[in-house]
């Protein structure tokens, strides 16, 4: 089983859609969480991190439950723009006791007009 | 601001061939890793550095080498290229608990 494992996608939706993604993980020690987006043949860059109480930025909304290993991001409004590649990330503690980033393999989104 | 510096950008290698990667940050960051990113794959990671001096495996290690003789720099060496090396390689830093800066991307094709 993958540590980090998200909806395979691809998602393709119209413009001013709702969009949401989960994401699942592994281990239970796990202790922040992000989401990262990825343009096509460009690196991923942080969208947003990923707090207890879920957390907001602009029409970007990410969710955690810890109980249930889950992770959600909701894209409201989609515009042309959005469509790229998210990636659901885990910094896991590892037994070494450092802290690795562990990715999902993303989920690939285009918004159409 | 530089951020990560990851050098070269593209880079045909032929079988048996070796070559290092670069890979520079000027933030200070205490961890560097590299990854690879393999098409309909996520991001696997190959090595890591926790700071100066210390590295470790990742999760895809064999046929790479990894040195941290600095804070700011995290060559990857690649020892005898094969063609399932062939990849986008990416260099990232990060603090503890921050997130993770990547560079724009190594493409490597090994014929």
């Known amino acids: 089983r993958k540590e980090v494992e998200q909806d395979p996608g691809p998602f393709n939706v119209p413009e001013g859609a709702t969009v949401a993604f989960n994401c699942t993980y592994s281990?239970?020690?796990?202790?922040?969480f992000f989401w990262y987006r990825q343009d096509c043949r460009k690196e991923p860059k942080l969208l947003m991190s990923?707090?207890?109480s879920g957390n907001e930025d602009g029409r970007f909304t990410a969710q955690l439950n810890r109980a249930s290993q889950y992770i959600s991001l909701l894209i409201r409004d989609s515009k042309l723009s959005d469509s790229a590649t998210y990636l659901c990330?885990?910094?896991?503690?590892?037994?070494?006791?450092?802290?690795?980033?562990?990715f999902g393999s993303g989920t690939q989104l285009t918004v159409l007009p | 601001n530089a951020g990560v510096t990851q050098t070269p950008k593209f880079q045909v290698l032929k079988t048996g061939q070796s070559m290092t990667l670069q890979c520079a940050q000027d933030?200070?960051?205490?961890?560097m890793s590299w990854y690879r990113q393999d098409p309909g794959m996520g991001l696997r990671l190959i090595h890591y550095?926790?700071?100066?001096?210390?590295?470790d495996q990742g999760e895809v290690p064999n046929g790479y080498n990894v040195s941290r003789s600095t804070t700011e720099d995290f060559p990857l060496r690649l020892l005898s290229a094969a063609p399932s090396q062939t990849s986008v390689y990416f260099c990232?830093?990060?603090?503890?608990?921050?997130?993770?800066?990547f560079g724009q991307g190594t493409r490597l094709t090994v014929v």
């Open positions: 990232a830093s990060r603090s503890l608990e921050t997130e993770a800066f």
């Open positions: 281990n239970s020690a796990s202790q922040s």
């Open positions: 990923v707090y207890s």
């Open positions: 990330v885990v910094n896991i503690v590892t037994a070494g006791s450092a802290r690795q980033l562990t």
């Open positions: 933030m200070n960051h205490e961890y």
């Open positions: 550095s926790v700071g100066a001096g210390i590295t």
